[in-house]
């Protein structure tokens, strides 16, 4: 059994997107274990909760870009409790450091809004568009020590309108991740054996 931890500070549209790919019948031998926010009224924690999963807020700390190390640890410690044994980044705006790199060696994957290593870090569609790229798209990751230099796992391609907004590219974007989220995640599933 493949046992998600989902970490995430938005609206969880790419958690929707693997209970949909869960409810078709898309990701057997999957189950999310816990869903874990550093913001407290996250759209992720209210999707979780509603589905009837276990949802947690976990107060970050003083840092603005990473946890605290004590809070990394708790939440390495929480996701164990849970029999998580895949830590899945969705939307989650925090750098991850140790103790949780090593807790989950090659067991952290994240998705980025670009085609990595085009445009790591913030708001990268609209990085896309500021170098006038005709392609943009969606990569999912192993997690590193760095930002967004990860093994890349899997990646989905869009285009580039005339006349693209950050708006409509960011959409197309995410449209595309709920695409390729799941499916990288039946990857690992398909890695997993019971026991
Ligand atoms: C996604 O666009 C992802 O690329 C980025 O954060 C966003 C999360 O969106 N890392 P959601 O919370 O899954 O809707």
Not at 22 to 32: H, K, N, S, Y
Not at 108 to 131: C, D, M, Y
Not at 141 to 157: K, N, P, S
């Amino acid at each position: 059994m493949l046992t998600l931890g989902v970490l995430g500070s938005g609206k969880g549209s790419n958690l929707g997107a693997i209970l949909a790919a869960m409810d078709a019948g898309g990701l057997p031998g999957v189950r999310v274990g816990v869903v874990v926010s550093d913001v407290a009224h996250a759209g992720i924690l209210g999707l979780a909760a509603a589905r009837g999963l276990p949802a947690h807020h976990l107060p970050p700390g003083r840092f603005k870009t990473k946890l605290e190390p004590g809070v990394e640890q708790h939440l390495a410690a929480l996701l164990r409790a849970h029999g998580v044994n895949l830590v899945v980044l969705a939307g989650f705006m925090r750098l991850v450091k140790e103790p949780l790199l090593t807790a989950f060696p090659r067991r952290i994957v994240n998705i980025h809004p670009s085609l990595l290593p085009a445009f790591p870090g913030l708001r990268a569609w609209e990085q896309a568009l500021a170098a006038g790229v005709r392609e943009a798209g969606c990569t999912v990751h192993l997690v590193d020590a760095g930002v967004d230099t990860g093994e890349i796992l899997g990646q989905a391609r869009v285009p580039i309108e005339p006349g693209d907004t950050p708006e409509a590219l960011h959409a197309r974007i995410q449209a595309a991740e709920h695409r390729l989220y799941p499916g990288v995640i039946a990857g690992f599933a398909a890695l997993t054996k019971d026991g």
